[in-house]
């Protein structure tokens, strides 16, 4: 079985994995699917020859080398022909594939430069190739294999020749001690159409940086594994920023098939949960397993500073909190509601009864607020209505939510209090109003809960042209945990529909569909018995709303 989301434990750590006194980061990852194996007899080979040539890893860094070095018994398929062809038998890699995402800064390159050598030195596979999307990725890489190289002498002593770097390509050859034959080359250099062509057998390739991956460019790559024996392809990369990163479906890919535990391949994501505050130093150790070592609180401070742009949020999200954004599943670009499904659910004559919850949530641009209402129809259902997208400052949308939590007296009032709405909570406190400020768990329930309600017919709406564009365009935006929320873009398309999934959430959450004690404003006003009301006295497309 899979395992997903881990657990902060703290096991005891094997005499080769080094002492950190100072590291506070969180070892690991938020979500992780990895499946049984065997993990103790090629990452402990890994660990031992890493302490003896002076790589000792941090505890996440270990962690990874025991899910990518993991390796299964040898069939006896394998152990018959091992033993008539004079050989030790394979044991295959328990996984095929590896993606690790990791926020930046923290140490992917000495796991990169460790699994190399390993492969080069002591599994003696014949060829390694590290790709990167920049040549300064790559040449940093191979210097640092090259500078360990160099400073071990018995590594040394296996050099076939100097190790080069011409055309922007790196390239080190092993020879066998014994015959002087070359019996290893590890190749560096930046991911191109004429990369990794010619080649007929690949053990090991790393694809790093790989929010950025060009299709052709990979098939020329992995399609050169197919003759190896036991072939492994490792992805390592930062979270991508879909808007930035226009070829990071690779990555994305490899990001949902982890969060569905797909065999054969080890997914782990190092990132905070969603729902902590960006600008918290626990957030900070939360996202980066080597904080404390590689990062500290001064150099994230200053970079969240920085950060003045959505944009540049977005990469400081993904870069340093492993919170990225993903483009939506190609077979799923569609809206995920059939528009027949919700064009049979519109009702606008439906009576409603009972109490009214209200949501409220603005617009990324901070131009547009979208004021949405949820009531309980006479037949059973969640009916949902939406006001069209206001404009104005926050202190007009206060006064008119207080007028409306008067006139209305509705058992709840939801905000999202990551969202910039959540700058209504103090105007609406100091009114004598309650409203309930949820986090991105409960968005994303309300968001699958509302999908839920919706392909099953258990929904009833106005009918009213704003919803109704919001729900053909939906897409989803998926979330490290595996749940999503509807995708919003700057502009606010997409708003209205995250808005009315919180009213619905919250008329599941504290609506009652007979009559109950409301516990809207403090401000005295009378609450209203049960009312039977048609919806045509409730136009949310009106002044009224």
């Not at 990062?295 to 977005?314: C, D, G, H, P, V």
């Not at 595996?482 to 009213?503: K, N, Q, R």
């Not at 609450?527 to 006295?537: G, I, K, M």
Request: one cysteine or more; a negative charge; aromatic letters at 8%.
């Amino acid at each position: 079985m899979a395992q997903a989301r881990s657990k902060s434990t703290k096991p005891s750590l094997p005499a080769w994995v080094g002492s950190w006194p100072r590291l506070k980061g969180r070892q690991t990852p938020e979500f992780e699917s990895r499946h049984p194996g065997d993990e103790s007899a090629q990452a402990d080979r890994c660990g031992r020859f890493g302490f003896d040539i002076g790589l000792r890893t941090m505890p996440w860094q270990w962690r990874s080398l025991q899910g990518i070095l993991s390796v299964q018994d040898a069939t006896a398929e394998e152990i018959e022909d091992a033993a008539r062809e004079g050989r030790p038998p394979i044991r295959l890699w328990t996984h095929r594939d590896v993606c690790i995402e990791c926020t930046r800064q923290q140490g992917k390159t000495l796991l990169i430069v460790l699994l190399i050598l390993f492969h080069m030195y002591v599994l003696r596979s014949a060829r390694i190739i590290y790709t990167a999307q920049r040549w300064s990725t790559a040449y940093d890489v191979f210097k640092r294999v090259w500078a360990v190289i160099d400073r071990v002498p018995w590594l040394r002593e296996r050099l076939a020749e100097k190790p080069s770097k011409a055309g922007n390509r790196g390239v080190i050859k092993l020879r066998d001690p014994n015959t002087g034959q070359i019996v290893c080359e590890a190749e560096f250099g930046p991911r191109s159409q004429d990369f990794g062509r010619g080649y007929t057998e690949i053990d090991l390739l790393i694809v790093d940086e790989a929010y950025d991956i060009d299709p052709g460019e990979e098939q020329n790559l992995t399609g050169a594994q197919s003759a190896a024996k036991n072939p492994q392809t490792v992805y390592i990369s930062t979270s991508p920023v879909a808007s930035i990163h226009p070829k990071c479906h690779t990555l994305t890919g490899m990001h949902r098939l982890g969060h569905q535990q797909a065999p054969d391949l080890y997914y782990a994501l190092y990132a905070a949960p969603r729902d902590m505050p960006r600008n918290e130093p626990d957030t900070w150790e939360a996202a980066q397993p080597s904080y404390g070592v590689a990062t500290n609180e001064r150099e994230i401070r200053s970079k969240l500073q920085k950060a003045k742009t959505l944009e540049q949020r977005a990469i400081f999200d993904a870069d340093y909190l492993g919170w990225g954004d993903y483009p939506p599943d190609e077979e799923e670009i569609s809206s995920p509601i059939p528009e027949a499904i919700w064009g049979d659910m519109a009702n606008p004559d439906a009576k409603l009864i009972g109490s009214r919850v209200i949501a409220v949530r603005r617009a990324r641009n901070r131009d547009a607020w979208s004021i949405t209402a949820a009531q309980w129809a006479t037949d059973g259902r969640s009916h949902i209505e939406v006001g069209p997208l206001r404009d104005g400052s926050h202190t007009e949308i206060a006064k008119y939510l207080i007028a409306k939590v008067t006139e209305w007296n509705p058992i709840a009032l939801v905000i999202d209090r990551k969202n910039t709405a959540n700058v209504l909570e103090p105007l609406l406190t100091a009114a004598g109003i309650e409203p309930n400020m949820i986090g991105t768990p409960e968005i994303a329930l309300a968001c699958g809960g509302l999908l839920d309600d919706a392909l099953a017919g258990k929904l009833s709406h106005s009918d009213q042209p704003v919803l109704n564009d919001s729900v053909v365009s939906a897409t989803m935006q998926e979330l490290p945990q595996g749940d999503f929320i509807w995708a919003e873009d700057y502009t606010g398309a997409g708003t209205p529909l995250v808005c009315v999934s919180m009213a619905h959430w919250a008329l599941l959450k504290f609506g009652v569909k007979a009559p109950t004690k409301t516990v809207g404003a403090r401000t005295g006003a009378a609450r209203e018995h049960q009312s039977h009301r048609h919806s045509a006295d409730f136009d949310a497309m009106s002044a009224a709303f």
